[in-house]
Each structure stands twice: as C-alpha cells, then as structure tokens.
C-alpha cells in the first residue's frame, strides 16, 4: 500500500524494532500461506491485490537476514498462537516458522499469556524503530491505514506503552516454549 512503502524503507535501515500485536503473527514474521489467509479474508480484495500484498509483506522479511542484524522484539498475546488463521495446515506452517525465528540469537519472540490482565497494549498494535543516527520512528495500524509517527511526545509516549506491554510478556526461553508446545497442538 502507498501508505506503508515510507516505513517500509525506514524498516529496512533500523537498527532494532520492537512490535507489539494483540490479534495476529505480525507482518515480519508471515509465512506466505498465513498472510494470504490474513490478506484476502472476507473477499474484500481482488485476488491480483492480495498477491501483490503477500509478496510485499514477504519482500519486507529480507530484514530477518540482513548483516549486520537489527535487533527485534517483537510481543504477541498468547490468542495469536490459538486463533485459526486459514486452516490446521496453515497455522501449523505458522508457529512451526514462528519457533525457528525465535530461535535467533538477534530475535525475540515473547507471549503475554492467556490468563494475563487487561493492558495498554490492547488498545491496538504498534512498532518502534530505532535508525542508525539514534532517532526513533513508530508505526500506528488501523483498518484503513497505517500512520508513520515522528512527533517525539508521541514516541515517548508510545515507549512507555512499549515497556508496560513487555513488562506483561513472558521472557524469551518461557515463550519460546510456549510457541513449541503450540506447535504441537497444530501439528
């Protein structure tokens, strides 16, 4: 999307990224089945359009591999490993791919359980970026579009909310191993 392609970029330059998301695996970390599952729910985009999203959305993950890394953290509610996203195939694909990204030593997976309290985070998904010359971007997501956010009460505002979310997750090696036991389930 038009609106996407500004951080997109910046993306691609970071040196680390951290990314909170309540509902879905998010975009970094798609397999190519589950974000075609994601992007063409409901109809409501013609065929040719998911493809070329999909392909978007798997262009971006160049950044898992790139040398040096970035760092990245990314936080999931517990939901995102139990809610079908296409089918079993599908989700099995998922959180099997899930568990061997987490296993990098420059990645973080980390899950904020099932039974955990209400939280700042669930008010909607975010992403933060650190680029090279120390300056910190983020992205807000909504149903129409995205927003790139560059005003620094805003971003200072969203680090807050970023450690309160975190503070909610389990660490690495406990979500680790809840991601692997979920692979068992869909497997």
Partial sequence: MPWFRPWAELEQDATSIRSYQSLLVPGLLQTEEYARAVLGTGGLLPPDEVA?????????????????????????????????V???????GQVAHLAAVAGREHVQ??????????????????????L??????????NQLRGEMVTESADIASLGRRWESVAGEALPARRSNELIREAVERWT
Wanted: no cysteine.
């Fill in 86 to 92: 296409g089918d079993r195939v599908t989700m099995a």
């Fill in 109 to 130: 997976v980390r899950v904020i359980p099932l039974g955990g309290p209400w939280h700042t985070g669930l008010a909607g998904p975010f992403m933060l970026a650190r």
């Fill in 132 to 141: 090279p010359d120390g300056s910190e971007l983020a992205y807000l997501d």
């Fill in 52 to 84: 070329q999203l999909v392909g978007g959305r798997l262009e971006r993950q160049v950044l898992l591999d790139r040398d040096p890394p970035a760092q990245l953290v990314f936080v999931i509610d517990e939901a995102v490993l139990h809610r079908v």
